[in-house]
């Protein structure tokens, strides 16, 4: 999609109070954490996982669900590679949204392209973007099959299937890396959860 062209007569209204002020007000960094991976290797368990623990812990977070999103601002999308482009450059956009709110974002989406995973990245600040690569093997994922998605996929029932129909371009510098098929769900979410409250403080 091409950005508007009428956007170089649109001025950067600049607020007075900064992220840097709504940090200061939740008493922590904001930041968002991105969960990449194939369907069913543990993206929003982890997240929700995640979330509960900081919330808990009067961290304020809030958890963009690639699935959820879609039903809203993304329900115009499919899962082209086009529109998965879009798709990952908006829940990007809405993230820094909340990262600029002083928010720590959960985000749990396949995003299979590097490139849009990339893209993803360019429009954070250093430090702010995490990529967590929720690593599971494809078989392992299929033999899941927490959806009932793979079984329609083989079937030919679901087209651009990721893993089946389409690639999983694997991350190859991920800040965190999660072996979902080699670590139970504590100690993933640990992993991740430790990871992030070092990065914490102001
Ligand atoms: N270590 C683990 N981390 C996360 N999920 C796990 C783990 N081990 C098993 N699972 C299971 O794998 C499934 C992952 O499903 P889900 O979180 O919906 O995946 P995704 O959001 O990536 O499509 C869940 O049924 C979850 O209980
Ligand atoms: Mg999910």
Redesign the pocket.
Known sequence: MESNQSNKNIVWHKGSITKKDRQKLNHHKSMIIW?T??????????ANLVEMALHSEGIRTYLL?G?NIRHGINNNLNFSPEDRKENIRRIAEVGKLFVDAGIVVLA?V?SPYAEDRENARSIFGPGEFVEVY?KCPLDECEA?D??GLYKKARAGEIKNFTGISQPYEIPVAPDLV?D?AN???A???KLVHEYIKERLQL
């Open positions: 969960f991976g194939l369907s069913g290797s543990g993206k929003s368990t982890l669900d699935d749990a396949i929720v899941r927490p959806k999660v979902t670590s139970n769900l100690e993933s979410m």
